[in-house]
C-alpha cells in the first residue's frame, strides 16, 4: 500500500493560484496513472486531471487551460498548478494513484 499526502490548498481570491503537491511514500510514477480528484459539498468526487506513466495528460473541461498537472518521479512527487481560480473551484482536492487516496487538502476561492 503506498501513502499519498497532499500540500498546498489554502485560501485564495478568485484569479489567484496555488499549486498543489501530493507526496507518494514510494516510487509508483513509472507504474500507475495518477490523478487529482475535487469533490465540492454536497456535491460527487470528480475527476480533475491525470497524468499516464508515459506522461500523457488528460484535464476535465472546466479546468482545461487553467490547471496543469505534472510530476517529478525523482522525488515521487505528483503536482497540480491550478490559475485563474474560480469560486466553483472551491472543493476538497485528492491526489489518487496505486488504488491509494489521500487525504485530501481544502481549496477556497474566494469571490
Known amino acids: 500500500q503506498v501513502q499519498l499526502v497532499e500540500s498546498g490548498g489554502g485560501l485564495v481570491q478568485a484569479g489567484g493560484s496555488l499549486r498543489l503537491s501530493c507526496a507518494a511514500s514510494?516510487?509508483?510514477?513509472?507504474?500507475?496513472?495518477m490523478a487529482w480528484h475535487r469533490q465540492a459539498p454536497g456535491k460527487q468526487r470528480e475527476l480533475v486531471a491525470a497524468?499516464?506513466?508515459?506522461?500523457?495528460?488528460n484535464y476535465a473541461d472546466s479546468v482545461k487551460g487553467r490547471f496543469t498537472i505534472s510530476k517529478n518521479s525523482a522525488r515521487n512527487t505528483l503536482y497540480l498548478q491550478m490559475n485563474s481560480l474560480k469560486p466553483e473551484d472551491t472543493a476538497v482536492y485528492y491526489c489518487?494513484?496505486?488504488?491509494?487516496w489521500g487525504q485530501g487538502t481544502q481549496v477556497t476561492v474566494s469571490s
Open positions: 497524468i499516464t506513466s508515459g506522461g500523457n495528460t
Open positions: 489518487y494513484g496505486a488504488n491509494s
Open positions: 514510494r516510487s509508483i510514477f513509472s507504474i500507475y496513472t
